[in-house]
T-cell receptor
Framework: AQKVTQAQTEISVVEKEDVTLDCVYETRDTTYYLFWYKQPPSGELVFLIR????DEQNEISGRYSWNFQKSTSSFNFTITASQVVDSAVYFC????WGGGSNYKLTFGKGTLLTVNP | GAGVSQSPSNKVTEKGKDVELRCDPISGHTALYWYRQRLGQGLEFLIY????????KSGLPSDRFSAERTGESVSTLTIQRTQQEDSAVYLC????????????FGPGTRLTVL
């Protein structure tokens, strides 16, 4: 069964600090996809990134970067020079390749990030 | 282009009443998904559609829940005889294809059962 663990329930930082959100996943499939979504106070889930299990290259997008390590089953997310607008709940999610309900996204419980001015 | 839309945005109902929640996916997206998010919790998968077919209904919490989809467009999630534990935000998502593709979410319907 697939599982996603986000051990950090809440993180509070001061603006301009760097912050890393942890995500550890479990799956028996060799082909799978990992995602990060942002849920600001407005409530709508915003897609941030999708990675497949065959691509372990780290990715950088502006102030955001992601570190995918299959050896530790982790897909961590770092925000550099955080800003108040980064305050949100961040969800890590896993989708396995295959039939039936494996098409679903399995979400972690989310990490509430608060960036204080 | 237009994203996923859901209606109503808020629904307050009395225990025992039936409710219908609607989802309009992104045009051209063949796959559609329903999730539920209870207060302060993660997202719980309910059901997915490939076209208008829902091969696996095992994620639905009880037989009071049902869903249907017309072609590759609108989907409705129906909850019969609502209970207080049904109170949650119901989120709909769509993706271009099934199987690992990015799911884009709508704004959700906040359901409150009194």
């Amino acid at each position: 069964a697939q599982k996603v663990t986000q051990a950090q329930t809440e993180i509070s930082v001061v603006e301009k600090e760097d912050v890393t959100l942890d995500c550890v996943y479990e799956t028996r499939d060799t082909t799978y996809y990992l995602f990060w979504y942002k849920q600001p106070p407005s409530g709508e889930l915003v897609f941030l990134i999708r990675r497949n299990s065959f691509d372990e290259q780290n990715e950088i997008s502006g102030r955001y970067s992601w570190n995918f390590q299959k050896s530790t089953s982790s897909f961590n997310f770092t925000i550099t020079a955080s800003q108040v607008v980064d305050s949100a709940v961040y969800f890590c999610a896993l989708s396995e390749w295959g039939g039936g309900s494996n098409y679903k996204l399995t979400f972690g419980k989310g990490t509430l990030l608060t960036v204080n001015p | 282009g237009a994203g996923v839309s859901q209606s109503p945005s808020n629904k307050v109902t009395e225990k025992g009443k039936d409710v219908e929640l609607r989802c309009d996916p992104i045009s051209g997206h063949t796959a559609l998904y329903w999730y539920r998010q209870r207060l302060g919790q993660g997202l719980e998968f309910l059901i997915y559609f490939q076209g208008n077919s829902a091969p696996d209904k095992s994620g639905l919490p009880s037989d009071r829940f049902s869903a249907e989809r017309t072609g590759e467009s609108v989907s409705t999630l129906t909850i019969q005889r609502t209970q207080q534990e049904d109170s949650a935000v119901y989120l709909c998502a769509s993706s271009l294809i099934l199987g690992g593709d990015t799911q884009y979410f709508g704004p959700g319907t906040r359901l409150t059962v009194l």
